[in-house]
Every structure is written in C-alpha cells, then in structure tokens.
C-alpha cells in the first residue's frame, strides 16, 4: 500500500504523534525543546583523558527523570551512506601497529549494527515538517557542541553478540576426568571396555542450527552460524552466542538476526526508540549517536535487500621501509658508498601472506 494513502503508513504515523500521550514521546511532534525540557550532561570518563561524552537527560520533571528517551522516524539509507550491519557491525579490522597482528573480533569485543536515517520519501508537508522539527532539534544539540553536515542521523543498534562463557569464566568449575572401574565382566569382554571408552572420551558434534526450529523471544539466544556472513579470518569468538535484537515487523512481530537484511533493507520506514549521546574524541569534532533500543518497521520498501557477504581475505598490512634513493639510481648510491657494483642482483619479491582464504514468536504490545 502506498505510504500516502489514507490508511497509509505516513497518516498512521503522524496521527500518533499528533494524540496528546504520544506528543512527549517523537521528538520531531514539536512538543519537546532542547534546553527547556531536556539538556546535555557531560559524563566523567575514567582512564580516557582525550575522550569527553555527552548524555542527553530530561530537565523537565513533568516529561521524565534521567536518561531522555524519545522516538525518531526516518527512512533506512543504504551502505554508501554509512550503514553498517551483518555479523561485522560497526568492527573495521585493523592491524596492531606494536605488533602487526590483527585485531579481530573476539568474545570481548563490542560489536554493534550501525544504521543511518534520512528524511522519508515523498511524504508531504505534515511529513516534511515533522522530519524538519526534528532535525531542528538534533542541530540545537550540535549548535552547542559541534556541527554535523547531512540530514542523516546516525542509529547504533544493540549488541549483535554477547559473551555466553562470561560467568563461567569467573568461577570454573573443577575439571573431571573419565575414571572407569574394571570388573571382571570387562575383562571378559575387552570390545566393550574399548567401546565405552571411546564413547566417553569422544567430544559430542556440535549441534547444527535450523531456523526453522528457533524459538523467537526477545531474551533468546542463538549460535553463531546463524549469520549467513559469520565466517572468515576476522572473528576469533569460542563462546559467543548471537543476541535477538528488539527490531519489529509491520506485523509486531520479532526478526530473528538472520532475517534482518530482507527486513531492514533500504528505503524502509522505521521508528526507532533510544536514547542519545554525544562523543568527542581529541581534537575531532563531536558526533552524535542515537542509541537504539527498539526498532519497529512502518513500511516496506521496493529496493533490494544489502546481504552482507563473507569476506575471507585479511587487508595486508602496510610495511614502510625506508629509501636512499629511486630504484632508477640505487647504483649509484653503491657507487658512493665505496665503488659498488653496477650490476645490481635481482631481488625476490615478498613472500605473499597465507591465502585466507514450531517457531513461536514474540508480539510487541507497546
């Protein structure tokens, strides 16, 4: 159905934050202002003296206490435009320059979807001015602190993965050993000691993972196969497990993580609750990152879906050596240097790295 119809996704959205209990919630409705009802609040940070951060909380008792959370709506832009999701998230791989080993990710890391917004397409004058109300505010935020070229916000989504292993790492439980008393019906039949031996000592398969029999819930969990993307050199994760992010259909139902690049595929319409902050890092200009906690889609869209695609070569790091001179008069640096041979020998070239190759579902009632 067209957006602008009647019983359209734009009139349904715009109908909601015209009604009084939802005015405080959007913040493009008009009814909520920066530095009248909610303000900027610097966060001390430890062991981080180049870095400064921001967190916008409500000033105004009668709109709430503590971290603001509100509600932003926009239409999702693709990859060209800073969209970063897949088992990857927001990790760019980079080399470790004391070391020159990769940083991968690993059970600890931190790794998040990123998601840009923009204004909705064609959607009117009522559209067009509440995106701009809203947008007005965000540039309030940054008159401030910074200023952010675009309209685009910027949304970071939840954890794409958490640490399974982390309370058992704490407190390991003492390790067991397969001891087996004789008897004499063992002795009498050496097969059956050997087959139970082997049975014991054997390590189980790893169980395969079927969507089809995943049970959907919002606290629900799932192996890392479940990414079509989850392979190659740039993770080093043994306990990890995938989370299930709070992202709904038009339907209110949840997407399972496998499911998200066909759901939240560009040109779709979204609201997006969260909270925001603000981040300085040295002498770079602050940026603003909408914090997401819940993701509901509006509207599909007609675009095809960005499949996050495996990547199985590491980027080679940049190894810098130092030269006397070009290539074209390396001779006659020898020379000078005490009469060295003309005839220059040929040199291998570097070695090249190794070659790196019954579902139930959960019903959002807000």
């Given at each position: 159905?067209?957006?602008?119809?009647?019983?359209?996704?734009?009139?349904?959205?715009?109908?909601?934050?015209?009604?009084?209990?939802?005015?405080?919630?959007?913040?493009?409705?008009?009814?909520?202002?920066?530095?009248?009802?909610?303000?900027?609040?610097?966060?001390?940070?430890?062991?981080?003296?180049?870095?400064?951060?921001?967190?916008?909380?409500?000033?105004?008792?009668?709109?709430?206490?503590?971290?603001?959370?509100?509600?932003?709506?926009?239409?999702?832009?693709?990859?060209?435009?800073?969209?970063?999701?897949?088992?990857?998230?927001?990790?760019?791989?980079?080399?470790?320059?004391?070391?020159?080993?990769?940083?991968?990710?690993?059970?600890?890391?931190?790794?998040?979807?990123?998601?840009?917004?923009?204004?909705?397409?064609?959607?009117?004058?009522?559209?067009?001015?509440?995106?701009?109300?809203?947008?007005?505010?965000?540039?309030?935020?940054?008159?401030?602190?910074?200023?952010?070229?675009?309209?685009?916000?910027?949304?970071?989504?939840?954890?794409?993965?958490?640490?399974?292993?982390?309370?058992?790492?704490?407190?390991?439980?003492?390790?067991?050993?397969?001891?087996?008393?004789?008897?004499?019906?063992?002795?009498?039949?050496?097969?059956?000691?050997?087959?139970?031996?082997?049975?014991?000592?054997?390590?189980?398969?790893?169980?395969?993972?079927?969507?089809?029999?995943?049970?959907?819930?919002?606290?629900?969990?799932?192996?890392?196969?479940?990414?079509?993307?989850?392979?190659?050199?740039?993770?080093?994760?043994?306990?990890?497990?995938?989370?299930?992010p709070l992202v709904y259909d038009q339907n209110r139902n949840l997407v399972?993580?496998?499911?998200?690049?066909?759901?939240?595929?560009?040109?779709?319409?979204?609201?997006?609750?969260?909270?925001?902050?603000?981040?300085?890092?040295?002498?770079?200009?602050?940026?603003?990152?909408?914090?997401?906690?819940?993701?509901?889609?509006?509207?599909?869209?007609?675009?095809?879906?960005?499949?996050?695609?495996?990547?199985?070569?590491?980027?080679?790091?940049?190894?810098?050596?130092?030269?006397?001179?070009?290539?074209?008069?390396?001779?006659?640096?020898?020379?000078?240097?005490?009469?060295?041979?003309?005839?220059?020998?040929?040199?291998?070239?570097?070695?090249?790295?190794?070659?790196?190759?019954?579902?139930?579902?959960?019903?959002?009632?807000?």
């Amino acid at each position: 159905m067209p957006r602008a119809l009647p019983d359209g996704a734009y009139p349904r959205l715009l109908n909601r934050m015209t009604k009084p209990e939802w005015q405080k919630s959007f913040l493009g409705s008009g009814a909520i202002r920066y530095k009248q009802h909610f303000d900027a609040e610097h966060v001390p940070l430890q062991n981080a003296t180049d870095w400064d951060k921001w967190v916008l909380v409500w000033k105004d008792p009668a709109y709430g206490s503590g971290l603001m959370e509100t509600i932003l709506f926009g239409q999702l832009l693709p990859k060209a435009f800073g969209t970063r999701a897949g088992a990857k998230g927001n990790h760019f791989p980079q080399f470790d320059s004391s070391t020159g080993i990769m940083e991968k990710i690993d059970d600890d890391t931190r790794v998040k979807p990123i998601y840009m917004f923009g204004e909705p397409f064609q959607g009117g004058y009522a559209m067009d001015t509440t995106f701009a109300n809203q947008w007005s505010i965000l540039d309030e935020i940054f008159e401030d602190l910074a200023k952010q070229p675009g309209r685009h916000i910027r949304v970071c989504g939840q954890a794409i993965y958490k640490n399974a292993n982390r309370s058992a790492a704490i407190k390991e439980p003492p390790t067991t050993h397969n001891v087996m008393k004789l008897t004499a019906e063992m002795v009498k039949r050496p097969d059956m000691l050997k087959k139970d031996m082997e049975r014991h000592q054997k390590p189980p398969s790893p169980p395969t993972f079927d969507p089809n029999n995943a049970v959907i819930h919002e606290e629900a969990t799932y192996p890392l196969e479940c990414l079509p993307d989850h392979t190659g050199p740039f993770f080093n994760q043994h306990h990890s497990v995938v989370t299930q992010p709070l992202v709904y259909d038009q339907n209110r139902n949840l997407v399972p993580p496998w499911e998200l690049p066909h759901k939240l595929k560009p040109g779709v319409l979204v609201t997006v609750r969260g909270t925001m902050s603000v981040w300085k890092i040295g002498k770079s200009r602050p940026a603003l990152q909408f914090n997401a906690t819940k993701i509901r889609i509006l509207a599909d869209s007609n675009e095809d879906p960005e499949i996050p695609s495996p990547e199985m070569v590491l980027p080679r790091p940049i190894v810098r050596t130092q030269q006397s001179a070009p290539k074209h008069l390396a001779a006659f640096d020898n020379d000078e240097e005490g009469g060295g041979d003309r005839k220059r020998t040929r040199t291998n070239s570097p070695t090249p790295g190794p070659a790196f190759g019954v579902r139930t579902r959960h019903t959002d009632k807000n």
